[in-house]
């Protein structure tokens, strides 16, 4: 894939439908377990309650939503490449503009049934902090911690 075609721009509401319908797939591909919220729930928490405390960026290809990521200087809240385009470098390009944006530590939650989010945060850099329960979903899951080495 060539990934001098895609545009990372904060987010819009314009890509609300779009985003969320990416999310939902991902999420539920990546923990074999359905959304519990509605789609409109889910839209809801988007646009009015992610914006309150995360920077929140979309990744484009041809005006189609294919990656999120909604951060601050201190954590990672979501992080998702659609299915069809993951292990091309997305995901890549948002955790290091997170990573360049933070205060110099990062943390993170992923669910532990996630491997391949798992295996891509301990791959850059990021370090077990817990493990636990901590979610709507009632799947064991994991803090993750980044601390710059600058």
Known sequence: MNLNNIIITQYHPKYAEQTVAMWRESKEHAIGQKERHTFENHLYFLNNILPE?????????????????????REISQLYI???????GI????????????????????FEVNENARRFYEKNGFNIKSRGYENEENLPDILYEWISNK
């Open 82 to 88: 659609h299915i069809e385009y993951q292990g091309f």
């Open 53 to 73: 405390h995360y920077q929140i960026d979309v990744v484009l290809i041809d005006d189609k939503v294919v990656g999120m990521i909604a951060y601050n200087e």
């Open 91 to 110: 995901g890549q390009i948002l955790l290091d503009k997170a990573k360049e944006q933070s205060s110099g530590k990062l943390t993170l939650y992923t």
